[in-house]
């Protein structure tokens, strides 16, 4: 009987050590079910390795979401988040793979509703004065009127997916705090300015997220020394295609975003 015994746990340590040698062993069990929500600074833009099949959506493999879910193995994943979104085109279009078995939901929105694209158009083609009027008009929306839109999409997350852990990303500052006499273009007024709109959207997207319940993942600070004028930049500048300008590059995704998420999910 002891031979038997001894012989039988034996045999299990040698084909326990033969499958560790040919790389197999239990099966692991997969992620949870991931949702990627929001707009162009979820979707990719300006990342690179566009998905052909995700059209002017622009999602890209580079992508925070693309880059979770091929390190995490989810059980699902649904990349749903889309160029030029705002907080209705998330509740209308990228709510329909939510459900209670959901476990992960990320989310960028709110810089379209805000009109940031805009505002940073502005500021590039006009005078100070009517950039800084521009941006007085976002910070206006974002203080007064954001607030609601963002409420409406968070307790949509929430009614759909009620079991998911929700991450809320913020939006990094576009440009280093203080300039180098080499960057040219706008002038320090003006990225001072659009440094401290960004700062008020970051705060009122954190503000509603976490008054649902959700974690609120700023990624500035990973941003930090990385923004534009840094000569380390994570972030497109006027550049072709234009849909990429003032987006984070395929490096912002990978350093700048994924570690945010990680870090939440």
């Known amino acids: 009987m002891r031979l038997t015994r001894s012989l039988s746990a034996a045999s299990v340590l040698v084909l326990t050590l033969l499958l560790g040698l040919l790389g197999i062993g239990p099966a692991q069990a997969a992620g949870p079910a991931y949702v990627a929500l929001g707009d162009s600074y979820s979707s990719g833009n300006g990342a690179g390795s566009y998905i052909d099949s995700s059209g002017d959506c622009h999602r890209s493999n580079n992508a925070y979401p693309a880059r979770w879910a091929a390190a995490n193995d989810p059980s ?20 329909g793979a939510l459900n209670a078995s ?26 100070d004065s009517t950039c ?12 007064n009127t954001l ?35 080499y960057c040219l273009g706008l002038s320090n007024t003006k990225r001072a300015a659009i ?35 840094s000569g380390d930049d994570w972030l497109h500048s006027l550049t072709l295609p ?14 700048g975003y994924l570690p945010v998420l990680n870090a939440n999910a």
Do not use: K
Not at 107 to 123: L, P
Not at 132 to 143: H, P, Q, S
């Open 195 to 229: 440094n401290t709109t960004a700062d008020v959207l970051n705060q009122v997207i954190s503000s509603r997220a976490t008054s649902h319940g959700f974690r609120f993942g700023d990624v500035r600070p990973t941003f930090h020394t990385h923004e534009l004028c």
């Open 147 to 181: 607030p609601a839109r963002l409420d409406a999409v968070y307790s949509a997350i929430r009614d759909r997916a009620p079991n998911a852990r929700v991450v809320v990303l913020g939006y990094p500052r576009m440009y280093l705090a203080s300039n180098p006499w």
């Open 76 to 95: 699902s994943f649904t990349f749903a988040a889309c160029s030029g979104a705002v907080t209705t085109d998330v509740i209308n279009n990228q709510l």
């Open 242 to 255: 234009l849909w990429e300008s003032y987006h984070p590059t395929s490096r912002g995704h990978q350093s």
């Open 102 to 127: 959901t476990g992960l939901v990320s989310i960028t929105i709110g810089g379209n509703d805000a009109g940031f694209a805009d505002a940073m158009t502005t500021c590039v083609t006009s005078s």
């Open 132 to 143: 800084l009027a521009r941006l007085a008009t976002a910070t206006d929306y974002i203080n």
